[in-house]
């Protein structure tokens, strides 16, 4: 059985830092693509990041570039989101996925086939 568990959430100030980690277990982690995307009180689910297996490839939306970066460690079996230069419009439940390696970027949650229960990050202005 597929488990995603994201930690690191909380309450932060303007301008400060977190880091999101999502421990996956349960699957083969080093053949799967990973991606966080998150969802603020009544607005759709929206793509972060993703990050390839190996992790040499990855790609950020546009409103987070230069601010976002996710990473991966597969001897731990974890991906992580750090995030700087945090903005009160960051605050949302952030949430890790995982599909199996295919050919393409995943942007959207229909291409992910599992899914954590996810994490609050507040940041307050």
């Known amino acids: 059985q597929v488990q995603l568990v994201e930690s690191g959430g909380g309450l932060v100030q303007a301008g400060g830092s977190l880091r999101l980690s999502c421990a996956a277990s349960?699957?083969?982690?080093?053949?799967?693509?990973m991606g966080w995307f998150r969802q603020a009180p009544g607005k759709e689910r929206e793509f972060v990041a993703y990050?390839?297996?190996?992790?040499?490839?990855?790609a950020t939306a546009n409103s987070m570039m230069g601010r976002f970066t996710i990473s991966r460690d597969n001897a731990k079996n974890t991906v992580y989101l750090q995030m700087n230069s945090l903005k009160p419009e960051d605050t949302a439940v952030y949430y890790c996925?995982?599909?199996?390696?295919?050919?393409?970027?995943?942007?959207?949650?229909?291409?992910?086939?599992?899914w954590g229960q996810g994490t609050q990050v507040t940041v307050s202005s």
């Open positions: 996925a995982a599909r199996i390696e295919s050919w393409s970027i995943a942007r959207t949650q229909s291409e992910y086939d599992h």
């Open positions: 349960g699957l083969t982690f080093s053949r799967y693509e």
């Open positions: 990050i390839r297996p190996s992790g040499g490839g990855t």
